[in-house]
């Protein structure tokens, strides 16, 4: 009878004992369980916050990309009607075929419609490589016309074209001319005050021709 009851004994605590790790990993995984509920009731609003936040700083950051995509076309293509006006007003310093014989009092009216375009709206869209051109034209012209001898005098040679090659060697050497700048010394009889002033006007071109991207090759 004893031995039969520590018999019975000793089967009841060999049950607990091969339970006892099952217990225990259910009460981990409980524990675990519990935490993870925890950090997953942090994250899930704070997750949604972050996602409201981007969400919202995407857009407020696209729309900005559109509007300065939108107002940069709308502004080059205002700049291109501009920069086409200012154009044909230098059209009396032509290389090839001028319209008209180059005089002081022709030069005189070309200031004159610069100065009208500037103000009229043709300032506003000058950038600052432009603008410096531009003054160096009006300087140029005013300096040559306010110096010649006899305003009505063609400053240019009859049946004489000026070379390419020297057009090119003008615009070289008068480069670095600004407004406010003296007259070169080498600018004296009127076909190098001619000379000087269609090389001037070219760099205004040529810098105009750059702002607007004309002569870059498409890329389409």
Same mark, same amino acid.
């Given at each position: 009878?004893?031995?039969?009851?520590?018999?019975?004994?000793?089967?009841?605590?060999?049950?607990?004992?091969?339970?006892?790790?099952?217990?225990?990993?259910?009460?981990?995984?409980?524990?675990?369980?519990?935490?993870? $509920?925890?950090? *997953?009731?942090?994250?899930?609003?704070?997750?949604?916050?972050?996602?409201?936040?981007? $969400? $919202?700083?995407?857009?407020? #950051?696209?729309?900005? =990309?559109?509007?300065?995509?939108?107002?940069?076309?709308?502004?080059?293509?205002?700049?291109?009607?501009?920069?086409?006006?200012?154009? #044909?007003?230098?059209?009396?310093?032509?290389?090839?075929?001028?319209?008209?014989?180059?005089?002081?009092?022709?030069?005189?009216?070309?200031?004159?419609? =610069?100065?009208?375009?500037?103000?009229?709206?043709?300032?506003?869209?000058?950038?600052?490589?432009? #603008?410096?051109?531009?003054?160096?034209?009006?300087?140029?012209?005013?300096?040559?016309?306010?110096?010649?001898?006899?305003?009505?005098?063609?400053?240019?040679?009859?049946?004489?074209?000026?070379?390419?090659?020297?057009?090119?060697?003008?615009?070289?050497?008068?480069?670095?001319?600004?407004?406010?700048?003296?007259?070169?010394?080498?600018?004296?009889?009127?076909?190098?005050?001619?000379?000087?002033?269609?090389?001037?006007?070219? *760099?205004?071109?040529?810098?105009?021709?750059?702002?607007?991207?004309?002569? #870059?090759?498409?890329?389409?």
């Amino acid at each position: 009878m004893k031995s039969n009851v520590v018999l019975a004994v000793a089967a009841m605590v060999a049950i607990d004992a091969s339970f006892m790790p099952s217990v225990l990993w259910a009460a981990d995984e409980a524990a675990a369980n519990s935490s993870y $509920g925890e950090l *997953r009731a942090w994250l899930t609003p704070l997750g949604a916050v972050l996602v409201f936040l981007l $969400g $919202g700083w995407t857009e407020r #950051r696209k729309a900005r =990309l559109d509007f300065a995509s939108s107002f940069n076309s709308k502004l080059r293509e205002e700049r291109i009607e501009e920069f086409s006006r200012l154009w #044909r007003h230098m059209e009396l310093l032509a290389l090839y075929f001028p319209p008209e014989p180059v005089t002081g009092e022709s030069l005189t009216r070309l200031g004159s419609d =610069l100065r009208s375009w500037y103000f009229s709206k043709g300032g506003l869209y000058l950038t600052q490589r432009c #603008r410096e051109a531009y003054f160096a034209l009006l300087w140029a012209i005013t300096i040559v016309a306010n110096g010649v001898e006899d305003p009505s005098r063609n400053m240019l040679r009859p049946g004489l074209q000026l070379n390419p090659s020297e057009a090119h060697e003008d615009e070289q050497r008068y480069g670095g001319f600004r407004a406010g700048d003296p007259l070169p010394a080498d600018v004296g009889d009127p076909w190098m005050q001619y000379r000087f002033v269609r090389a001037i006007a070219s *760099r205004l071109r040529t810098a105009l021709t750059v702002e607007v991207e004309s002569r #870059r090759v498409s890329l389409l």
